[in-house]
């Protein structure tokens, strides 16, 4: 099964946003990761609006022509403007304003009413929604009840493990995908992902689609954003070639 390789251009915005200039564009960016054949285009709009802003989002959503992710928190707030902006698909994720990047994965567990409010806001808007949750089967039968079209399992933990926990983090992973699988939920993956630790992700016979950002734009610095690309895509099918 082929998977869908969505890059995350958030940082684009991160290093504009460093020196107050109208440059690096984020849009110009995801022109050139979908050049570079990129399957979609994911950014995240936070409530502190640290990297991207509302107008990035509004001329990202006049300017994809493959498929764009919004990540948000489960807020009134930002369902309205996706409500407004009609991205293809919102993925919610938690969300602190401390944090340097997301850490961990939505409680849906303990969260479960406001998150059906807000998945239900974006059913009657027709837009599609993923849960970005940890690879923990009750978080995923959570999902699942909600009756979300898919969930991103995060892969953070398994990203920064040593030695023989990755191996555990990794099994997690399996096991959380295969239980959404079977629920009849569309399974992504992301966080923390390179061109070293995806393959063993891209491995995985459930996943139909990474998120990956970080690392691309790294890597942008010394071999140029469409190169990243396409480096990244090479790892993701080097992972495929793994599935028995």
Excluded: W
Aim: with cysteine; net charge negative.
């Amino acid at each position: 099964m082929p998977i869908r390789l969505h890059i995350n251009i958030d940082h684009v915005a991160t290093l504009r946003n460093a020196r107050g200039t109208r440059y690096p564009d984020p849009v110009e960016a995801a022109f050139v990761c979908e050049r570079a054949g990129a399957d979609g285009i994911t950014a995240h709009l936070r409530e502190d609006r640290r990297h991207m802003t509302d107008r990035d989002i509004e001329r990202l959503r006049d300017c994809v022509g493959t498929l764009l992710n919004l990540e948000m928190a489960a807020t009134d707030e930002m369902i309205g403007i996706a409500e407004r902006i009609k991205p293809d698909v919102i993925t919610l994720v938690p969300e602190r304003r401390e944090e340097r990047t997301t850490e961990g994965g939505l409680d849906v567990v303990g969260q479960r009413a406001r998150i059906e409010a807000i998945v239900a806001r974006a059913r009657a808007a027709s837009i599609r929604v993923s849960l970005f949750i940890a690879p923990d089967e009750a978080q995923v039968r959570a999902s699942a009840d909600l009756g979300v079209d898919q969930i991103e399992l995060h892969t953070g933990e398994y990203c920064n493990a040593p030695g023989h926990a990755r191996l555990h983090e990794l099994d997690r992973l399996r096991v959380a995908a295969a239980i959404g699988a079977s629920l009849g939920i569309d399974i992504a993956a992301g966080h923390g992902l390179t061109r070293v630790n995806t393959p063993s992700v891209a491995a995985i016979s459930e996943v139909s689609e990474l998120n990956i950002g970080h690392a691309v734009i790294a890597d942008a610095v010394f071999s140029g954003l469409g190169q990243a690309v396409i480096d990244m895509r090479e790892a993701v099918l080097r992972g495929i070639a793994l599935r028995p």
